[in-house]
């Protein structure tokens, strides 16, 4: 199986994001980063989750055809 490129974004806050590893594509990488910028805010974690603040990471994974 060939592997397939994969960035994963850690979101500190909407306002605070990196690329935690990268997918080898700056293009991807980039493209990912515009996902997390386009949120208008995150929903509210479970009230069992406390307060925050949180760390996030998100991963992408991209398929060509």
């Known amino acids: 199986a060939v592997?397939?490129?994969?960035?994963?974004v850690s979101v500190h806050s909407v306002v605070s994001r990196s690329v935690t590893r990268s997918s080898g594509?700056?293009?991807?990488d980039a493209a990912a980063?515009?996902?997390?910028?386009?949120?208008?805010?995150?929903?509210?974690?479970?009230?069992t989750m406390g307060a925050g603040p949180f760390?996030?990471?998100i991963p992408f994974?991209?398929?060509f055809k």
């Not at 592997?3 to 994963?8: D, E, I, L, M, V």
């Open 3 to 8: 592997s397939q490129p994969a960035s994963t």
């Open 55 to 57: 760390d996030l990471s």
């Open 33 to 47: 980063l515009q996902v997390i910028d386009g949120f208008d805010r995150l929903p509210a974690p479970p009230a």
């Open 25 to 28: 594509y700056p293009a991807l």
């Open 61 to 63: 994974n991209y398929r």
